[in-house]
Nanobody
Framework: QVQLVESGGGLVQAGGSLRLSCVAS????????MGWFRQAPGKEREFVAG????????YYADVVKGRFTISTDNAKNTVYLQMNSLKPEDTAVYYC???????????????WGQGTQVTVTS
């Protein structure tokens, strides 16, 4: 079992920044890869970024590439999503997830956090 707890969401103006955190726990969480997803009202959940716990490989959706950065802190069992130059279209509930491989399909991830709301105003 893997438990994931996100934090760091909030309300920010366009052009601003937020850093999301996802703390992982459980006996085997380090054997998984981690992904950040988001879901806006009325839309499907979409892949944002992914990373392996050793940090040697990162993956981004084109819409966030160059603005968002995913990283890990193994000592704190935490995955971060640094979000810069935020846009109103980034507004969504953001989820972290653990899976076997970094893929964009959310159904391939077996563990999910509860989500954290990010709202970007224009």
């Amino acid at each position: 079992q893997v438990q994931l707890v996100e934090s760091g969401g909030g309300l920010v103006q366009a052009g601003g920044s937020l850093r999301l955190s996802c703390v992982a726990s459980g006996r085997t969480f380090s054997s998984y890869v981690m992904g950040w997803f988001r879901q806006a009202p009325g839309k499907e959940r979409e892949f944002v970024a992914g990373i392996r716990w050793n940090g040697d490989s990162t993956y981004y959706a084109d819409v966030v590439k160059g603005r968002f950065t995913i990283s890990t802190d193994n000592a704190k069992n935490t995955v971060y999503l640094q979000m810069n130059s935020l846009k109103p279209e980034d507004t969504a509930v953001y989820y972290c997830a653990a899976g076997v491989r970094v893929v964009t399909d959310p159904s391939r991830y077996g563990y999910w956090g509860q989500g954290t709301q990010v709202t970007v105003t224009s």
